[in-house]
């Protein structure tokens, strides 16, 4: 195991590298935050509306860009919005 000593050094010869950890650190933090954000929309109507309502997070279309699409063709062949994945 290398020591603190180490790191420390391999630190101050690579900036870079500390403000990359640091960024992919808060990028995972966010999508946790996103995730659980997701989790409890679809928890709302999943038990059709004991649990609380939350707004689902715009960053989710980014993952699933298409839901967008899926939401139209569902809409305009049924008639009936999708209430997971809404076309917003």
Known sequence: MKSKQ??????KRKPVQL?????????LLFLLYVGLRFYQFYLHFETLGKEPFVA?????????PIS??????????????DKIHPQV
């Not at 967008?68 to 919005?81: D, Y």
């Open 6 to 11: 180490w790191y420390l050094k391999q630190i």
């Open 56 to 64: 689902r997070p715009s960053a989710v279309e980014g993952f699933l």
């Open 19 to 27: 403000t990359r950890y640091v960024v992919q650190a808060v990028f």
């Open 68 to 81: 967008a699409l899926v939401a139209l063709k569902v809409w305009l062949t049924s008639g009936e919005f």
